[in-house]
């Protein structure tokens, strides 16, 4: 018998309702007691046309910065005196059998056995090199750089009278901090406020070009170089040539914002002390760089700071876009800014930037790098082998060194504090 189905005009009415699209409501978060709606948290909005709240750009902390960077770059703080090194090594002496953390001293343990008025001879300093040059690599510093300074201790001990253990020690001690002031020491000294000075009275701004490799910090340590030339009451142009990292040019606006909050125009008879100047992304470097010289020029800006993007040292079409840069407007200083927490691979990056500068800039005497940045040096505690490694691949000085993140978190590299932090345990 055939059986005849109806369907229930309710199930019609049901499927209907289900297919009216609902409304959804905008998700809000509770934050710090207050609602807040999906727009409170953007804030990448403009305000006025990108101004952003002067609350939202600096605190009281950042504030008490003004002030604290006129002049010229403080000296790094030397870790402890020279009596202090000289009580550890005492100590070590005095109780060998104590072991401490790291080769250290323990190096000259092999000049024990030869305390009796014997004079020095090469195969007795050998071992003793040897256990050197592991306590320099140990310390970040470069192997042919320990090398370098190895044969320089030798140099000095060869042929040398031994009188007590502790005399050795001492000679040792002396022979290795001669060696590394002698390579930290500039054969050339950079005079940043002077050298500005002088291009103002030339009618021509002050050109700093900063490179290196990805992810140092050169943004970040430009902006700090920024503040100390605005403390100083100069009118700094930032170029924003980095146009190959997606948000370089924004994190440089930021910078900019906050840097004239901290210097506001009221401060400085009406006058904006940092701009940038910009094209955005995928344009020509070196042209941008040229333009923002030239407008520095007609707008009396004191100094310009050129931001490159970073870069591997192999690279080649990078590299080749760097030497154009800086063939084409020859800046007055080319730094290279490097981590000191690189060690070994600090020699590969030094070379390579500076051969691909002068290979690529088909001049017979082109500008290479001309000074050094040292970055995160607050990081590395007694690790300090990279800036003995950086400053003899180049011959050129470390000029700054960054020892946190706020503007005020920069110095001038202190030897005797690198050399002291080289050479204890």
């Not at 056995?113 to 001879?121: A, D, F, I, P, Y």
Request: proline residues 3%; charged residues 25%.
């Amino acid at each position: 018998m055939k059986k005849t189905y109806y369907l229930s005009p309710v199930a019609t009415t049901s499927k209907n309702n289900s297919s009216k699209k609902k409304t959804k409501t905008p998700t809000v978060w509770d934050l710090g007691g207050k609602s807040q709606n999906v727009e409170d948290l953007d804030f990448n909005r403009s305000v006025d046309q990108g101004e952003m709240d002067e609350s939202k750009l600096v605190g009281l902390e950042e504030k008490s910065w003004v002030g604290q960077m006129s002049g010229s770059i403080k000296d790094m703080e030397a870790e402890s005196s020279e009596e202090e090194e000289e009580e550890e090594i005492d100590v070590q002496i005095a109780k060998p059998e104590v072991k401490k953390r790291g080769i250290g001293f323990g190096f000259l343990s092999g000049l024990k056995s030869l305390v009796s008025s014997k004079t020095l001879t090469q195969d007795d300093i050998a071992p003793v090199l040897k256990k050197m040059k592991d306590h320099l690599i140990a310390k970040n510093v470069a192997s042919e750089v320990a090398d370098k300074l190895c044969t320089s201790v030798a140099s000095k001990l060869e042929g040398k009278v031994l009188g007590t253990f502790s005399s050795v020690s001492s000679a040792v001690k002396q022979s290795l901090q001669e060696a590394c002031l002698q390579i930290l020491a500039p054969k050339r000294r950079v005079d940043i406020l002077r050298d500005v000075m002088e291009c103002r009275e030339n009618g021509r701004p002050y050109v700093i070009t900063f490179c290196g490799v990805n992810g140092v910090g050169k943004s970040t340590n430009l902006a700090k170089i920024c503040f100390w030339l605005i403390e100083n009451g100069l009118r700094v142009l930032i170029a924003a040539c980095d146009t190959f990292r997606a948000g370089a040019v924004e994190q440089l606006r930021t910078h900019c914002k906050k840097l004239n909050v901290l210097h506001p125009p009221s401060k400085h008879n009406d006058v904006t002390m940092v701009q940038l100047y910009e094209k955005g992304y995928g344009k020509d470097a070196a042209n941008i760089a040229m333009e923002a010289i030239n407008s520095a020029r007609e707008r009396k800006f004191n100094v310009v700071l050129v931001d490159t993007a970073g870069r591997m040292q192999d690279n080649e079409p990078l590299m080749r876009s760097l030497s154009k840069l800086i063939k084409v407007n020859q800046p007055d200083l080319t730094l290279f800014v490097g981590e000191a927490l690189v060690g070994h691979d600090a020699i590969d990056q030094l070379t390579k930037f500076n051969q691909a500068l002068a290979d690529y800039s088909g001049m017979e005497n082109p500008k290479t790098i001309d000074g050094i940045v040292l970055t995160k040096f607050d990081t590395i505690d007694d690790q300090v082998g990279a800036a003995i490694s950086m400053t003899y691949t180049t011959g050129q000085p470390i000029i700054f060194v960054g020892t946190g993140q706020t503007y005020t978190d920069l110095r001038n590299l202190n030897a005797k504090s690198v050399v002291q932090s080289l050479i204890k345990d």
